[in-house]
Structure formats: structure tokens, C-alpha cells
């Protein structure tokens, strides 16, 4: 009779941890939607064990709006995850800061672009991200001290 296994990951939650907008300058900034913004976003994650295979996953975006000199916007989200993982400890670290964030992240896209829209802003889609190299950079920077 063959073993039944485990599921190796599951996603137990999804939820807001932190969600803030600032539009300073609103409404007059409104009159100046006619030109083109500059569009700054930074992506991190975070990571941190619970209890034995469960973990939390923080998808952090910041996003910053631009019209020519004058900030248009600023938008903050936590978008987080609570995952069991049933894997290997070499396949741990990866799959927390690569697959965890690749599958949270159309849900975060999704919040930012509502949330840009409800604040009077003109629709915004964020492009894939690729999380290995985030996770990469995040591994260059703690090498260095």
C-alpha cells in the first residue's frame, strides 16, 4: 500500500498586515495627472518561523509616485502569509523567499492598483517580479557588513 504524503506547502492565511496612502499634495496634484508620473517601487521580504514548519512570509511594497518634482503618492503594504512547509532544510530558505512571494504576489498587485484607484489615482498594474532575484540581492547584502 503506498504512503500517503504530507502536503509539502500550504498556505494556511493570507491578510493585510500593514497598508498605508499618502497623497500630500491632493488636490492639486489632481490638475497634473496630464503628464506622465515617475514610478519608484522597492520589494523585500521577510521571513520568520512560528512554530515547527510554520512560518511567516511579509511581502513588503513601497511605492513612490512622482510628477515631475512633486510627490504624487506614496503607498506602503505588508501583504503576508502564513505557510506550513513540509521540506527538506536546504529547500527552506528558497522556498520562503521565492515561492511563497511568487504565489502572495498577484494578491498584493491587486491591492496596490485597487487602492491607487479608491484614492483617485489613475490605475496602476505592477509587472511580475522575479523573487529569485530579489532573494539574490537580499543574500548579497547580508554578505556584507
Known amino acids: 500500500m503506498a504512503e500517503q504524503q ?13 497598508l498605508s496612502l499618502e497623497i500630500p499634495h491632493a488636490p492639486e496634484i489632481f490638475k497634473e495627472l496630464t503628464k506622465q ?23 513588503n511594497l513601497a511605492l513612490n509616485g512622482d ?11 505588508t501583504y503576508s502569509a502564513v505557510v506550513t512547509l513540509n521540506v527538506p532544510e536546504e529547500h527552506l530558505e528558497p522556498i520562503l523567499n521565492i515561492e511563497i512571494p511568487r504565489l502572495t504576489f498577484p494578491f498584493a498587485r491587486n491591492i496596490v492598483t485597487q487602492c491607487l484607484m479608491e484614492g483617485g489615482l489613475p490605475p496602476m498594474m505592477l509587472t511580475p517580479v522575479d523573487f529569485a532575484a530579489v532573494y539574490a540581492a537580499k543574500q548579497a547584502g547580508q554578505g556584507k557588513n
Request: net charge negative.
Open 6 to 18: 504530507q502536503s509539502t506547502l500550504m498556505i494556511n492565511s493570507q491578510y493585510i498586515k500593514d
Open 37 to 59: 508620473p515617475s514610478l519608484k517601487v522597492d520589494i523585500s521580504v521577510d521571513t520568520q518561523k512560528l512554530e515547527d514548519n510554520t512560518y511567516t512570509v511579509d511581502l
Open 67 to 77: 510628477i515631475e518634482s512633486k510627490k504624487l503618492f506614496i503607498l506602503e503594504l
